[in-house]
C-alpha cells in the first residue's frame, strides 16, 4: 500500500512518491542551542522518528538529516550575560538535546551538522543568488530580494503587501522591509567569519537551505520541522533554495505542539518542562508513549493527568509482554505486523489507530493467557513487539534494557518482602478472612505495587503512580 502524507505546501494527504525509488530522504530542522530542551522540542524529534522507522520498515533506505543551529541571536545575547564564549553555550546545551533524543530512544540521524561547519557552502549560495538577481548587498550584511522571486509565500499563503518579517536587530540597508537578512555585518565583541562582503555570521534561514544542499543535494524528498517555522523560516528557505536553482524539498511535514494552558510551550513565556527534568520523575518509555503516540498533527496539552494515564496505558502492554515471557520465555517479533497496524501508518502516519491495533492484540494476548493458551499468546506477544518497534516502545528492546536493569540489584530484595506480606494475605484468605486479605492489597496498592492473582499465585508488579 502507498504511504500518503500530508503536505502543508498543498494542504491535503497525498500519495509519497520518493525521487529515488526505495530510497528517502529527510531534512528536519534540528535545535537551537541557546537553552536546554523541554519536551515540545523533542516532540519533533519523536515524530519524525517513527516517520523514519515506517519508512525503514516499508523496505527503504533512509537519509535523515537533523541540523544543529549553533549560532543565533538568543546564544550570543545569553553568552553576554553570562560572560562566556558563545561556542560554550551551544555546544553546552546541543549535548543536552542529544541526551534527551537518546533518553526517548530516538534513532541517531545519518548526519547532524552544525551551522558553524558550513560557512563555505553559505557563501557560495549568496554568491549564487547576487548573480542571479536574488539577493543583494547592503552595509556588510546580505538580503533576499523577496519581490525578485514571484512565488514568495507559497508556503504560508500570506499576502505579500500584508507581509511583515520579524524584527532584525541592528539592520541597515534594506530596499525593502520585508526583505530578509542571509548574512548579518559583524558587530564588535561578536563571532564572525570572512566573506566577499566583509565579516559577518550567518541569517537563520541561510544555514538550513545550504546544509539541506550539502547532504541532500538539489532535490530531496521531505523537509520537516514544527507548525512554527512554517513562516519566516521555512518560506524563507524554500525562496534562498529555489532561486539559488534548487528544486529542494518534494513534501512539507509539520508536527503540532505540545501546549500548556492552551500556550505553545516555550523558553520565552516560562512554562517549558525541561526534558532532564522529567526522566527523574517519569520513565523514558513512559515519556515516549506520551509524546509519540497522539497524532503529530494533533496538540498535546500538557498535564501531570495525561501522563499518568499514558503511564497507565503502557503498563498493560508491558504488563502483558513481561507475562508471555514468564510464561513462554523469549519471543522474537514478526516479520510483518498487522494489516490493520499498516494500514493506520501508511496513512498520515495515524499513530493513533495503529496504537488501537496494539492495546486490541494485547486483549486478545491476555484472553489467551487466562485460558492457558500458550501458542496464541505467543502469537500475540511477537506481533505486539513487531508494532511497538516500530514505534520505537518495544520494552524489550536493548535500548530499554538499562531502565530495568537500573532497579535490578534492589529487586532481589524488594521481592522478598513484597513475598513476605503476599504469604500473610495467602494465609488470610486460606482461612478466609478476607477483610484482612482486602486490607494487605490495598496497602499494597498504596505503595505503589499492582498485584495479580493467577493460577500460580500472585505476582506484584510496580503499578502506574
Request: proline share 6%; net charge negative.
Amino acid at each position: 500500500m502507498t504511504i500518503r502524507l500530508y503536505d502543508t505546501s498543498a494542504r491535503q494527504i497525498r500519495d509519497f512518491t520518493p525521487l529515488r525509488q526505495g530510497r528517502v530522504s529527510i531534512y528536519l530542522c534540528g535545535a537551537t542551542v541557546q537553552a536546554a530542551p523541554h519536551i515540545g522540542h523533542i516532540r519533533s524529534g519523536l515524530n519524525f522518528d517513527i516517520m523514519r522507522r515506517w519508512f525503514a520498515y516499508r523496505g527503504h533506505d533512509v537519509t535523515f538529516v537533523r541540523n544543529v543551529t549553533d549560532i543565533d541571536d538568543k546564544i550570543i545575547t545569553k553568552a553576554a550575560g553570562q560572560n562566556r564564549p558563545w561556542w560554550s553555550i551551544g555546544y553546552e546545551n546541543e549535548r543536552a538535546f542529544t541526551d534527551g533524543y537518546t533518553a526517548l530512544g530516538c534513532l541517531p540521524p545519518t548526519y547532524e551538522p552544525r551551522a558553524t561547519g558550513h560557512v563555505t557552502e553559505m557563501v557560495e549560495m549568496m554568491r549564487g543568488l547576487i548573480e542571479r538577481g536574488h539577493a543583494y548587498e547592503a552595509d556588510g550584511s546580505v538580503y533576499f530580494d523577496v519581490r525578485s522571486w514571484p512565488s514568495y509565500l507559497e508556503l504560508s499563503r500570506q499576502d505579500l503587501d500584508e507581509m511583515r518579517q520579524p524584527a532584525e536587530d541592528g539592520i541597515s540597508g534594506k530596499r525593502d522591509p520585508r526583505d530578509f537578512a542571509m548574512w548579518k555585518a559583524a558587530k564588535p565583541g561578536e563571532p564572525d567569519w570572512e566573506t566577499p562582503w566583509g565579516r559577518g555570521r550567518p541569517g537563520w534561514h541561510l544555514e538550513c537551505s545550504a546544509m539541506a544542499h550539502r547532504y541532500l543535494g538539489p532535490a530531496f524528498d521531505i523537509h520537516g520541522g514544527g507548525l512554527d517555522l512554517i513562516f519566516p523560516h521555512h518560506e524563507n528557505e524554500i525562496a534562498q533554495a529555489k532561486a539559488y536553482g534548487d528544486d529542494f524539498a518534494r513534501y512539507w511535514v509539520h508536527n503540532a505542539w505540545v501546549t500548556m494552558s492552551g500556550e505553545k510551550m516555550s523558553k520565552s513565556l516560562g512554562n517549558s518542562v525541561l526534558v532532564s527534568e522529567m526522566v527523574k520523575q517519569w520513565r523514558p518509555i513512559v515519556l515516549r508513549y506520551y509524546l509519540g503516540t497522539p497524532h503529530y498533527r494533533s496538540t498535546i496539552e500538557y498535564s501531570d493527568e495525561a501522563l499518568r494515564e499514558a503511564e497507565s496505558a503502557f503498563a498493560r502492554i508491558e504488563g502483558f509482554v513481561q507475562r508471555v515471557v514468564e510464561k513462554a520465555g523469549p519471543v522474537e517479533p514478526s516479520a510483518d505486523v498487522p494489516p490493520a497496524f499498516a494500514e493506520a501508518m501508511d496513512d498520515d502516519l495515524g499513530v493513533p489507530q495503529a496504537l488501537a491495533v496494539v492495546h486490541t492484540t494485547v486483549r486478545q494476548g491476555n484472553s489467551a493467557l487466562a485460558a492457558d493458551d500458550k501458542e496464541a499468546a505467543v502469537a500475540r506477544l511477537a506481533e505486539v513487539r513487531a508494532m511497538l518497534g516500530v514505534l520505537g516502545l518495544d520494552p524489550l528492546d536493548e535500548h530499554w534494557a538499562g531502565e530495568t536493569d537500573r532497579g535490578e540489584d534492589l529487586h532481589g530484595v524488594v521481592d522478598t518482602l513484597v513475598r513476605m506480606v503476599l504469604d500473610q494475605r495467602e494465609a488470610a484468605r486460606a482461612r478466609k478472612d478476607w477483610v484482612t486479605a482486602d486490607a494487605i492489597r490495598d496497602q499494597l496498592n498504596q505503595s505503589g505495587l499492582a498485584i495479580e492473582d493467577g493460577p500460580q499465585g500472585p505476582r506484584w508488579t510496580l503499578g502506574p503512580r
